[in-house]
């Protein structure tokens, strides 16, 4: 238990339908983070997030939406998306936003997608 | 259990031995690395970091080594057990950004009792 919760552990939509993706930490942590993780790519970072503000979009296509309503909560609004999008997301967490000796990044057990 | 990266390095061991696996990182400006592993169905585990001013640095079990020069970063796992069966990664974080961490591919090692 990494104090890093993502719902739903599995999800099959099709290339029309709108889903979500919810994170919850519960760590007191001011940076989160949305990574991407497929079978054929190393981890991709994709947003992130401080003190619910975002300082990061590194070049995901508009169909992937983050929100953070406050700083213990990160959703990821998908929409339209295409079957090369099904992947492991997986949602992390950090102290303070800059990565250094003793300021960890703590992720969850990630979202399975599926796009048919 | 699911797993993500399929074509991936393996490297096999049998329990009690020791274990190394390698990364090659990509800029000679990245100044601090971090080792992960992941289980099947997990999410990444943080297990040692280093600064790039250090070139050693251990931990329970575990020791990082950096080699600047050729760009290499080694993970020594001693006495390996069947629980450090996972995926193992390396990240670097470029001198450029202080939080925007580039991942290897990972090294799937599998332990046998």
């Known amino acids: 238990e990494t104090g890093v919760t993502q719902t739903p552990r599995h999800l099959v939509m099709g290339m029309t339908n709108k889903k979500s993706l919810k994170c919850e930490q519960h760590l007191g942590h001011n940076a989160m983070y949305w990574y991407k993780q497929s079978a054929k790519k190393p981890l991709e970072l994709m947003f992130v997030?401080?003190?619910?503000?975002?300082?990061e979009n590194n070049s995901v296509p508009s169909r992937f939406s983050p929100e953070c309503p406050n700083s213990s909560h990160l959703f990821l609004h998908l929409h339209t998306l295409q079957p090369e999008d099904s992947a492991l997301y997986l949602c992390a967490s950090s102290q303070e936003i800059e990565v250094y000796s003793g300021n960890t990044i703590y992720f969850g057990e990630g979202s399975w997608l599926t796009v048919v | 259990g699911e797993s993500v990266g399929l074509h991936l390095p393996t490297l096999s061991v049998q329990e009690g031995d020791n274990s190394i696996i390698n990364c090659a990182y990509s800029n000679s400006a990245s100044d601090y690395f971090i080792w992960y592993k992941q289980e099947s169905g997990k999410g990444p585990q943080f297990i040692i970091d280093i600064r790039s001013n250090m070139d050693k640095r251990q931990g329970q079990r575990v020791t990082v080594l950096l080699n600047k020069t050729v760009k290499h970063l080694s993970l020594q796992i001693a006495a390996t057990q069947p629980g450090d069966s996972a995926v193992y990664f390396c990240a670097e974080l470029f001198g450029g950004s202080n939080y925007k961490l580039t991942f290897g591919k990972g090294t799937l090692l599998t332990v046998n009792p």
């Open positions: 997030y401080s003190l619910e503000e975002r300082v």
